[in-house]
Nanobody
């Protein structure tokens, strides 16, 4: 069973920093990409960033220059370093993973974590 375990959320003052972590566990063939979305009450889930496990990162315009996504392929873990945090970054942050369970194209699956709360407030 594939699971995503997130950690690192919390309360931080505006201008501060936090680092989120997300570890994938379970039996898979390979990971295509991992990343983060976020959601506030009453709004749709918003894309934040993703990293392709072979190469390349991508960011939403709202976080470019402030957030950095990185990965540890050996640990199946992705990190989100968040700097210069703003009150509007307050949300529940969800980790996702796009994987293949076997070497069959039909085994492509997406998984989500339970979410971790990030609150930016003075």
């Amino acid at each position: 069973q594939v699971q995503l375990l997130e950690s690192g959320g919390g309360l931080v003052q505006p201008g501060g920093s936090l680092t989120l972590s997300c570890e994938l566990s379970g039996s898979i063939f390979n990971i295509v990409a991992m990343g983060w979305y976020r959601q506030t009450p009453g709004k749709q889930r918003e894309y934040v960033a993703k990293t392709f496990m072979t190469d390349g990162n991508d960011y939403a315009d709202s976080v470019k220059g402030r957030f950095t996504i990185s990965r540890n392929n050996a640990k199946n873990t992705v990190y989100l370093q968040m700097n210069s945090l703003k009150p509007e970054d307050t949300a529940v942050y969800y980790c996702f993973a796009a994987v293949y369970l076997t070497n069959s194209a039909s085994s492509r699956r997406d998984y989500w974590g339970q979410g971790t709360q990030v609150t930016v407030s003075s």
